[in-house]
Structure formats: structure tokens, C-alpha cells
Nanobody
């Protein structure tokens, strides 16, 4: 019954910035790690960034220094601020979260994905 609702995404020129957001809704008791993944055409989905409940962050080498992941535990949200975007960043970006729901068990939930296109 948990749903991840994403917003943001779109078209941006190389060197520009974009922020995507993801909000978890439904019967939620707790959220552990929250992550952003991306999948470019013809490529495997990859982990871009993750953040623990305490705020510890991890980034893929390709985005480190350019992207920033953050979360708001009170709002059950996770954001990904993307700066100095490159053409290689073009992909569908997916939100993922490990959530304890009303069913009394932990599981990973995925958002529907949002398209980020970087033009050069």
C-alpha cells in the first residue's frame, strides 16, 4: 500500500542543474535507506546515491561532487540535487526506499521513474 511519488525531471542543458524529489505515502512506520538509481537506454540500472536514516550518504564515482542526496524524515521524502549535469547523466531516475509498512514487514519500494535529459 506504500507508494513512492516522484516529481521533477525534465530537459536541461549540459552544465545546468536539476532536482528530483520523491515522497513516500501510505501506511509507513519507518524508512531505512533511501536511494536514487538511474537507467540509461541500453544500459543496466545503477545506483546513483543513497542515504541512511541518520544522514550518511554514498555516491557513485561518476556523480560524486556533482550530486547531493538528502532526506526529510518527517516528510518521508528524499531529494537528489544534480549540478553540472552532463550528457552521460541522461537516464530515467528511480527512487527506492526500504520501508516498514502496515503489513509489518520490511520491503523495498520503487517509484515509477522520471526522465532526465541533458542536452549538449
Amino acid at each position: 500500500q506504500v507508494q513512492l511519488v516522484e516529481s521533477g525531471g525534465g530537459l536541461v542543458q549540459a552544465g545546468g542543474s536539476l532536482r528530483v524529489s520523491c515522497a513516500a505515502s501510505g501506511t509507513i512506520f519507518d524508512i531505512n535507506d533511501m536511494e536514487w538509481h538511474r537507467q540509461a537506454p541500453g544500459k543496466q540500472r545503477e545506483l546513483v546515491a543513497s542515504v541512511t536514516r541518520s544522514g550518511t550518504t554514498t555516491y557513485a564515482d561518476s556523480v560524486k561532487g556533482r550530486f547531493t542526496i538528502s532526506r526529510d524524515n518527517a516528510k518521508n521524502m528524499v531529494d537528489l540535487q544534480m549540478n553540472d549535469l552532463k550528457s552521460e547523466d541522461t537516464a530515467v531516475y528511480y527512487c527506492n526506499a526500504d520501508i516498514l509498512s502496515g503489513g509489518k514487514f520490511w520491503r523495498h519500494y520503487w517509484g515509477q521513474g522520471t526522465q532526465v535529459t541533458v542536452s549538449s
